[in-house]
C-alpha cells in the first residue's frame, strides 16, 4: 500500500505547487457564474403558478399597490392597506368632506373615469403604501386640481390617515 500512499502525495504536493488558492477561487467562481446561465435552462414545475393565475392568463389588479388604474393622480397613503378599501375609509375615521379629482383610464376596457380622491380623516397617518402619482397634477393655486393640500381642513378632526380613490363615472369625451 506504500505505492498508493507516494502516488497521492506526488499528486497532491504537485497539485499545490501548480495551482494557487488565488486560481481555485477563480476555478470556483468561473463555475458559480456557469451554473447561473445552466439552471434556468433545467426543467421545474409551472403549474402551481399558472393555477395562482385564475385559468385565463389575466392577473386580477391588485389594489394595494400604487400602480392600480385608480391611483393614478393619488398622494398619500393607500385605504387598501390601512385597513380600509379604494373607495371606503377605515374604522374610526371618516371621508373628508372636500377632495381633488382626477381622470384615470382603466386598462381592462380602456375606458376614462373620473376619480374623487377623499382623504381619510380622525386618526394619525396610516404610514403603510404611500403613493405620490401626480399624474395630472396641477400648481397650487388651482386648489381642485392639486393633491399637496390636507383635505381634512373641512372636518371636525384635521388629522390625515389615508386616501381613498372613489370612482364618479364615465368621463366625457370632450370635442
Same mark, same amino acid.
Given at each position: 500500500?506504500?505505492?498508493?500512499?507516494? !502516488? !497521492?502525495?506526488?499528486?497532491?504536493?504537485?497539485?499545490?505547487?501548480?495551482?494557487?488558492? /488565488?486560481?481555485?477561487?477563480?476555478?470556483?467562481?468561473?463555475?458559480?457564474?456557469?451554473?447561473?446561465?445552466?439552471?434556468?435552462?433545467?426543467?421545474?414545475?409551472?403549474?402551481?403558478?399558472?393555477?395562482?393565475?385564475?385559468?385565463?392568463?389575466?392577473?386580477?389588479?391588485?389594489?394595494?399597490?400604487?400602480?392600480?388604474?385608480?391611483?393614478?393622480?393619488?398622494?398619500?397613503?393607500?385605504?387598501?392597506?390601512?385597513?380600509?378599501?379604494?373607495?371606503?375609509?377605515?374604522?374610526?375615521?371618516?371621508?373628508? %368632506?372636500?377632495?381633488?379629482?382626477?381622470?384615470?383610464?382603466?386598462?381592462? +376596457?380602456?375606458?376614462?373615469?373620473?376619480?374623487?380622491?377623499?382623504?381619510?380623516?380622525? %386618526?394619525?397617518?396610516?404610514?403603510?403604501?404611500?403613493?405620490?402619482?401626480?399624474?395630472? +397634477? /396641477?400648481?397650487?393655486?388651482?386648489?381642485?386640481?392639486? &393633491? +399637496?393640500? &390636507?383635505?381634512?381642513?373641512?372636518?371636525?378632526? *384635521?388629522?390625515?390617515?389615508?386616501? *381613498?380613490?372613489?370612482?364618479?363615472?364615465?368621463?366625457?369625451?370632450?370635442?
Amino acid at each position: 500500500m506504500k505505492w498508493f500512499d507516494d !502516488f !497521492f502525495e506526488r499528486s497532491s504536493r504537485r497539485a499545490a505547487h501548480q495551482v494557487s488558492r /488565488r486560481s481555485a477561487l477563480a476555478r470556483i467562481g468561473r463555475l458559480v457564474v456557469a451554473s447561473a446561465f445552466v439552471l434556468p435552462v433545467l426543467p421545474f414545475d409551472r403549474a402551481a403558478k399558472a393555477a395562482q393565475g385564475g385559468g385565463k392568463g389575466k392577473k386580477a389588479p391588485d389594489e394595494s399597490q400604487c400602480e392600480y388604474w385608480r391611483y393614478c393622480a393619488l398622494d398619500g397613503f393607500l385605504c387598501s392597506c390601512c385597513g380600509g378599501s379604494p373607495s371606503t375609509c377605515p374604522p374610526g375615521t371618516e371621508m373628508s %368632506k372636500v377632495a381633488w379629482i382626477g381622470t384615470c383610464r382603466n386598462p381592462q +376596457d380602456g375606458k376614462d373615469y373620473l376619480i374623487s380622491y377623499n382623504d381619510c380623516c380622525g %386618526k394619525n397617518s396610516c404610514g403603510r403604501c404611500l403613493c405620490n402619482t401626480n399624474l395630472g +397634477d /396641477r400648481p397650487a393655486y388651482r386648489m381642485g386640481l392639486h &393633491n +399637496d393640500i &390636507n383635505w381634512c381642513m373641512a372636518n371636525t378632526s *384635521t388629522m390625515f390617515h389615508c386616501t *381613498t380613490a372613489v370612482v364618479v363615472g364615465l368621463a366625457e369625451a370632450q370635442s
